[in-house]
T-cell receptor, first 110, second 112 residues
């Protein structure tokens, strides 16, 4: 079992749809990161959070520490949101290294 | 502010050779981390440097090494290259350890 589980693995949506990507982890963490990777490799950090909720434009990230679960929401999705979304956690249990989920491949069709 | 830069962007080597990759962090950032990304294993942490000291190391063989200079620039070296070392190597910088990370474009290494 992976230390960080993401679901779904693949997601296809129509432009304008509300999208949710989930991330579950198994140990206590100090921080959780959501990253976006476009074809070609470049990675952009979307959020770093340790509690509650953060919002940036059409993106919202939430975390439930007790349930060891985080969600990334995209409102009014657009084809330019098509990318791989990666969840990563930092924990003393992992020696404070970032441990990554396998990623969710999102395709938004126009 | 200029972003994180990595050189070279693409590299082709043969088995047994060694390679050095370079990373220049965002100005003022003192922490540099390195990651390997492959289709099979995904993203994996290699090591982290802060103020010229290695703070953390991932589960990679000793062929993988790195260092950080006084200007925070970092290099990683892979000796005796194997086919399985073919990957995208990403560097990320942050103000201090465990902060938000800013990633470079990566170096794509192909080992033939």
């Amino acid at each position: 079992k992976n230390e960080v589980e993401q679901s779904p693995q693949n997601l296809t949506a129509q432009e304008g749809e509300f999208i949710t990507i989930n991330c579950s982890y198994s140990v206590g963490i100090s921080a959780l990161h959501w990253l976006q990777q476009h074809p070609g490799g470049g990675i952009v950090s979307l959020f770093m959070l340790s509690s509650g909720k953060k919002k940036h434009g059409r993106l919202i990230a939430t975390i439930n520490i007790q349930e060891k679960h985080s969600s990334l929401h995209i409102t009014a999705s657009h084809p330019r949101d098509s990318a791989v979304y990666i969840c990563a956690v930092r924990s003393r249990g992992y020696g404070n290294k970032l441990v990554f989920g396998a990623g969710t491949i999102l395709r938004v069709k126009s | 502010k200029a972003g994180v830069t990595q050189t070279p962007r693409y590299l082709i080597k043969t088995r047994g050779q060694q390679v050095t990759l370079s990373c220049s962090p965002i100005s003022g950032h003192r922490s540099v981390s390195w990651y390997q990304q492959t289709p099979g294993q995904g993203l994996q942490f290699l090591f982290e440097y802060f103020s010229e000291t290695q703070r953390n190391k991932g589960n990679f063989p000793g062929r993988f090494s790195g260092r950080q200079f006084s200007n925070s620039r970092s290099e990683m070296n892979v000796s005796t290259l194997e086919l399985g070392d073919s990957a995208l190597y990403l560097c990320a910088s942050s103000l201090v350890s465990y902060n938000e990370q800013f990633f470079g474009p990566g170096t794509r290494l192909t080992v033939l």
